[in-house]
């Protein structure tokens, strides 16, 4: 079958890097791609949120199968655009439709989602700048720290962690008044701190069944130890070692399933990613936020451990039969460390000439803000532009081959983590 991939990051390279190893996939395209995709596929100059270009492409190529890989065309309907089509209506999609999309392009439909299905969750209050002065007079008096969150997409951006109830009040008027994060911030979610270890969890749904994929942590701060600026994501581990059989099934039983239950008893289709980020309190699991596709770094070490066919797993979803198909589990852990412009995640330069990605052997090199130069070169794109992913019988051991895979690696002014990975390493000491 022909298969088109919609995207650009290590996400989608890791995504297609699987499926192209399918003996089903004849043909693999991805738009728009990068320098990595278009060595296992072929890249398509169409923006993932030109749904004309994408219908004309899919009907003219006979693509038997959609896998959206980022938020924002399935927020803004892609689905519905192709259920809404009688020549497209057909066609597989890996990716829920608006409704269910909501779970992801809205805080605010999350938190009531959650709470009407009795999924755990830290207790919220959402504001607009109509009711300002309530707002600011909640996070004088909240416990801190306290979470702001913007309502809508915010590229992963609209998230704010207040020490104080100062910085809270300025933090809410920034949002609500001064539109910090665009429309996004037209409603903000304030939201009780929740202190535990985070790790996702990722399910994949037919709108009836489901199949839970390996688990990840990722480390989404700039800086060492957890410090400075969120940005999308510095590396991610797989598995979790605290995420044990116990732990994934109170996962399972309190937030999976009756999520699974709360869309189906809502009248909404789901068919595809649901990413889960939780938070790991005492041994509790407690939903942080919803994600309706795969996350990046974490698609980078969760593609590695599949062994079976994903094709089988992204067909069945898209067909309704995720009942009849399993996959193989590679008990091997991985690791993938994102190597990042100087600047990200504020400005940075684009266009530097990247050396000795071909020279690494021990890891696999995922590409996101990358391109094929005019002169052949591959040129940094982006923010964040490779993703490392080691593998090994421990975590140490990937850890050693992400990183070994790194040094083998340049471009001017490039930036990554050292200590990805070390607070796992603790955990397992």
Not at 56 to 72: H, I, S, T, Y
Not at 176 to 187: H, I, M, N, P, T
Not at 356 to 382: L, Q, R
Not at 384 to 392: E, F, S
Request: proline share 3%; charged share 25%.
């Amino acid at each position: 079958m022909n298969i088109l991939v919609l995207g650009s990051g290590g996400r989608e390279h890791a995504l297609s890097w699987k499926i192209a190893q399918s003996d089903s996939c004849e043909k693999l395209f991805i738009a728009p791609g990068n320098a990595g995709s278009s060595q296992v596929g072929e890249n398509v100059a169409i923006k993932v949120t030109d749904f004309e270009a994408i219908a004309a492409f899919v009907k003219e190529n006979e693509v038997a199968l959609v896998v959206v890989g980022p938020e924002d065309p399935l927020v803004k309907g892609i689905r519905d655009y192709f259920e809404s089509d009688v020549d497209l209506k057909d066609v597989l999609m890996v990716g829920p439709g608006a409704a269910g999309a909501q779970l992801e392009g809205s805080k605010d439909f999350s938190k009531q989602f959650m709470n009407k299905h009795g999924i755990p969750t830290a207790r919220s209050t959402t504001f607009t700048a109509e009711n300002l002065e309530e707002g600011l007079n909640y996070v004088s008096s909240h416990p801190v720290p306290v979470v702001l969150k913007a309502d809508g997409l915010a590229a992963g951006k609209g998230v704010i962690i207040s020490e104080t109830n100062e910085h809270a009040r300025a933090t809410l008027k920034e949002m609500l008044v001064d539109a910090k994060f665009g429309d996004a911030s037209s409603r903000v979610v304030v939201e009780q701190f929740l202190d535990g270890i985070e790790l996702s969890v990722f399910v994949l749904s037919d709108g009836e069944n489901y199949k839970v994929l390996p688990e990840a942590k990722d480390y989404k701060r700039i800086g060492e130890q957890d410090t400075g600026l969120n940005t999308g994501g510095m590396g991610a581990v797989s598995p979790v070692p605290f995420a044990d059989a116990d732990f994934l099934g109170k996962v399972d039983e309190r937030v999976i399933k009756p999520t699974i239950q709360g869309l189906k008893a809502d009248g909404i289709d789901y068919k595809g990613f649901i990413f889960i980020g939780l938070m790991n309190m005492g041994g509790d699991p407690y939903v942080i936020e919803y994600n309706v596709r795969m996350g990046d770094p974490e698609t980078q070490v969760v593609m590695p451990r599949i062994k079976s066919d994903v094709l089988e797993l992204f067909v069945a979803a898209g067909n309704g039969t995720l009942d009849q198909v399993d996959y193989e589990l590679d008990e091997q852990a991985a690791t993938t460390v994102v190597m990042v412009a100087g600047g990200y995640p504020g400005s940075y330069a684009k266009g530097a000439a990247i050396s000795g990605i071909d020279s690494v052997n021990e890891a696999m090199v995922f590409h996101a803000g990358t391109k094929n130069s005019d002169s052949g070169e591959v040129v940094t794109n982006g923010g964040r532009i490779l993703a490392i992913t080691g593998k090994g019988d421990s975590v140490a051991k990937a850890l050693e081959n992400s990183y070994n895979g790194i040094g083998k690696i340049s471009w001017k002014d490039e930036y990554h983590r050292k200590d990805i990975g070390q607070d796992i390493l603790k955990l397992l000491d």
